[in-house]
């Protein structure tokens, strides 16, 4: 099988914490060249460039807001600076945002999910697409959720958002592939990072994850990290426009295992 990645140039957003930063020492391991997108933490994203440019191999750290189309230009220029171009984006920084019902939210704070999850993934996919569909070939992997097909309730902008990236990225499938190039997604269900410490932290929290969870247990960075660097390899040369899920089963509707 062929999971082939030495130096491909590969840009992970939101790559220095949680998913994102197991994502990056993945392809890092494999030998791929890596750009370490970021927004606030750059202490995390300079150690991670020291770590892949001390074992032997190229990163950069890249600085940029992905909801600013000027910044993700900067940042893809930079790339382009170092490497001549880019062969796997990784569109994987986001937010949760703030628990709020529909009817409370505040409609900037709302927006600003949408801002930063759906235009900030579509703004990375478009600079790279444009660079792939003239190289003929490239995979843009985009992060959803398993929030892309199960409603949750106070977070309406975060699974609109991650509904809408699985949509576009069909979408943008459908129009890169006549380039050989494929667009699809990845959809974590409840992973261990950050994003949600504050749930798999507390005992009641973890237990009602864990009745959501078939395979019983929370997911770690590196499930979804080992997926991410197959289907961005040629071992998933013949994957496009869906989305693979890495979730315990969690998309499975645990609620009917008895019942119904
Ligand atoms: C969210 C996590 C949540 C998980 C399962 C993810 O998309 O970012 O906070 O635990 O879905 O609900």
Known sequence: ???????KRVLVTGGNSGIGAAIAKAFATE???VAINYL????EANRLVEEFTGAGGQALGLMADVSDPKAVE???GTIDDAWDGIDILVNNAGIDGKYALGWDADADVWGQVIDINLKGTYLCAREALKRMVVQRSGVVLNTSSVHEVI?????????ASKAGISMMSKTLAQEAAPY??????IAPGAIRTPMNQAVWENARGYKDLLTK???????EPEDVAKMAVILASDAACYITGTTVFVDGGMSDYPSFSHGG
């Open 1 to 7: 099988m062929n999971i082939d990645l030495k130096n």
């Open 31 to 33: 030998g791929a060249r």
């Open 40 to 43: 606030a933490n750059p202490e």
């Open 74 to 76: 900067t940042i893809f």
């Open 151 to 159: 409603a949750w309730t106070g977070y309406s902008a975060y699974t």
């Open 180 to 185: 050989g190039v494929r667009v699809l997604c």
């Open 213 to 219: 969870i078939p395979l019983g247990r929370i997911g």
